[in-house]
DNA sequence: GCAAAAGTGTTTGCCTTACACCCATGA
DNA sequence: TCATGGGTGTAAGGCAAACACTTTTGC
């Protein structure tokens, strides 16, 4: 007969790498505002690892659930809300963790804002929005996160990095589970605001990718993925622009 | 400063979704052996949920990954052996097992062959191969198992059903993760042999995806990813057919 | 020869790519 | 007017569906 007190119980925490696209002012009233994909990090405050950058997150507790654990913790820590979470997969190596038998189930968490809270009753020392680059060739990766942190992988394993714990393999799960739902399940739109113009998905949707094509070709590839507002965006030195939602699904086929 | 004993722990266990391709002799020495896709369910030996079906599974151990525990448990609970497991979701939800608080990580698992261990040193009253068909229309899904249990679906969330716990959920996101991963990442080759005719491809790729194309077309879509091995499969009374492997990743753009 | 499947080639239509072109707007 | 992006049209190439056809084997 089982009994719950037969077995040994690790503690269990939820850790996600949350990915934003930052609009930075155009240089010149004519060009494009500059997109550019960002990923959320905390600066640790306490040991272990006190000082480096780990991803947000923090234990389960009774009575909830391993996605609210997920989103109370990104509130608590960087004030981002309303998330859109993905389960990636649960991190159990024996050692992965210096205080002791801890496993934690990472998500891949989306916001639409990368604005941070800035009264953010936190336990760790900050939250930062960190410029984010991926690249391969062959079974080498290299992931760029700000100015000063590069992250290495060989055959899709984490080399050592400044990163605590084994969140330098979490991000780089992260980044390419990423990369196949945008590729394959239009996931792009998480990223973006309920309104849009075409140009403003061709920037985010390439870095992500890792492709490029050209204006013209991305708008047909896109327009049947969107629904016309009648809206247009009139900021801009040049003629206005569309603003489009995204097509819901079950329209996609007219 | 954190302390591991300022938090309750849960149970963690590990349940795994474990699919296979079944393959009967043919009707007649013309025709093509009946390929169909298989589920591995456990009939429970004990409370709660005795006599029912469930996914096989079991707790996690201290020192052993999660991986390790859904590994040891097909083992021990059915004989399968070195099964490609995906992760899937960690299911937490807090009155989804009577007897406490405990967790699940939910694994997808694929086996090459359906056979079952019959000397399986089992804490479960039996491991059994059932018949899988998945269908949906609008809102609704509806999986059948075997000639008994038929699973409900609306808006993909599982209607009350005959199985333990929550895993007719579990089976429902583990299937559209398969479709997922066959469509996407050729994760059909995970279901077969090392060896086999491109005819031994159609039948489960195409219960798998929902789709049907002429024996031609699907020779011709499929070929680029397979590597000719020489050997024949001479057994049918029809000409023989030639044995393929899977072409490894770096092969395929040549 | 006949049934059944293995395997090849051809046609057609669609979808992507490259690129030429016009439109709208503010400086 | 000019620079810049918004937006449309068109022609070429590649891919997939439909299907006609040949090959191989056991009965």
Redesign the interface.
Known sequence: ??T?EA??????AADAVVFGIDTAPPESKYSLAQRTLKILLIRRG?EPFKGQYSLPGG?????????QTAVRELREESGVQEPKLI????Y???DRDP?????S?AFLALTRTVLLSTDAQSDAAGAEWLNFSYESEGSSETITVGDTVTLHYENGTAQPSDLAFDHAQIIRDAFLRLR?EVL?HDLIFDLMPEKFAVSDLQQPYESILGTHTSPQNFRKKILPKLTETGEYDKTAAHRASMLYMRKREEDQNR
Chains 1, 2 share one sequence.
């Open positions: 007969m089982y719950i077995f040994d119980r690790p503690s269990v306490e234990f389960l507790r009774k009575g909830e659930t391993i996605e389960p990636l997969k649960v159990s190596a024996v205080r002791g038998w801890i496993i189930a196949d394959h």
